[in-house]
């Protein structure tokens, strides 16, 4: 049973930062994205990485995210740095495989509040 599982999120300060991290159990890995949704809001993607390291950012979160991943563990990372309470959100994590197969994970809660 595939399964995809995020950690990370929390409450943080504005001007703060959190890292989170989601790790599949998926057989070739193609990209790893990133998602937010806040409420009353539509999901909208954060943050790709492909399978060779090429790297896309929302104009919102450009100099202040950065995408990685670690292939050995399937994982994929979220460094948000300089956090605003617009970034609140549920942040999601989609892997895509080369079947054209995505898969989610259940979400984590961002909130940036002081």
């Known amino acids: 049973q595939v399964q995809v599982v995020e950690s990370g999120g929390g409450l943080v300060q504005p001007g703060g930062s959190l890292r989170l991290s989601c790790a599949g159990s998926i057989f070739s890995i193609n990209a790893m994205d990133w998602y937010r949704q806040a409420p009353g809001k539509e999901r909208e993607l954060v943050a790709r990485?492909?399978?060779?390291?090429?790297?896309n950012y929302a104009d919102s979160v450009k100099g202040r995210f950065t995408i990685s991943r670690d292939n050995a563990k399937n994982t994929v990372y979220l460094q948000m740095n300089s956090l605003k309470p617009e970034d609140t959100a549920v942040y999601y994590c989609k892997f895509s495989d080369y079947g054209l197969r995505n898969y989610w994970g259940q979400g984590t809660q961002v909130t940036v509040s002081s």
């Open positions: 990485i492909t399978s060779g390291g090429s790297t």
